[in-house]
């Protein structure tokens, strides 16, 4: 299985600061057709998870744009421009490049 | 915009079996989507359990072996998930989700106990 971490685990962050969350693949999640399937999801307290990126880099529909993803290969970025109260939650990365499909360990966002 | 609703039992005694099953609305379960179902054991984190396309291709996750078996029924627009030889590992929050690699949407979670 393509294990996927996540650093930090935790990340205190002082509202209107920048938060960033590192997510290190075991394998190359580029695909046959080129493209490279990491997604990064949101869960907020007692809510499912909810998508905010994929494909490294591009927002799904009504994500704010202080979501940013960046990355290549194995090595992939998710950073919030200005955190703000409502990104308060766990952030997972997740590989759908090869079966089975895997998350990181998630992130815990809280506020200072 | 696709939804989901998930129903079934919260409460499973150890060597039971989980039947879960994701009505979908707002969508046909024989579009270009795959139907998975995933996993969160209470404060922990997500475990995929596997996929189910429309046509019945499965694809699920080794570590529960043959445990797992996914099911469609086009006739109601639903996609079922069944469990069996549950134990207390096997406790956790159960989504079920579209997800179409650019969309995902998820059911509102079913917590599943495994207990006598």
């Known amino acids: 299985d393509v294990v996927m971490t996540q650093t930090p685990l935790s990340s205190p962050v002082t509202l209107g600061q920048p938060a960033s969350i590192s997510c290190r693949s075991s394998?190359?999640?580029?695909?046959?057709?080129?493209?490279?399937?990491l997604s990064w999801l949101q869960q907020r307290p007692g809510q499912p998870p909810r998508l905010l990126i994929y494909?490294?880099?591009k927002r799904f529909f009504g994500v704010p744009d202080r979501f940013s993803g960046s990355g290549a290969g194995t090595d992939f970025t998710l950073k919030i421009s200005r955190v703000e109260a409502e990104d308060v939650g766990v952030y997972y990365c997740k590989q759908s490049a090869q079966l089975p499909y895997t998350f990181g360990q998630g992130t815990k966002l809280e506020i200072k | 915009q696709v939804q989901l609703q998930q129903s079934g039992p919260g409460l499973v005694k150890p060597s039971g079996t989980l039947s879960l099953s994701c009505d979908v609305s707002?969508?046909?379960?024989?579009?270009?989507?795959?139907w998975s179902w995933v996993r969160q054991p209470p404060g922990k984190g997500l475990e995929w359990i596997g996929e189910i396309y429309h046509s019945g291709t499965t694809h699920y996750n080794p570590s529960l072996g043959s445990r797992v078996t996914f099911s469609v029924d086009k006739s109601k627009n639903q996609f079922s998930l069944r469990l069996t030889s549950m134990t207390a590992a096997d406790t956790a929050v159960y989504y079920c989700?579209?997800?179409?690699?650019?969309?995902?949407?998820w059911g509102q979670g079913t917590l599943v106990t495994v207990s006598s």
């Open positions: 707002g969508g046909s379960i024989s579009s270009r989507n795959w």
């Open positions: 394998q190359s999640l580029v695909d046959s057709d080129g493209n490279t399937y």
């Open positions: 989700v579209r997800d179409e690699g650019t969309v995902m949407d």
């Open positions: 494909r490294i880099s």
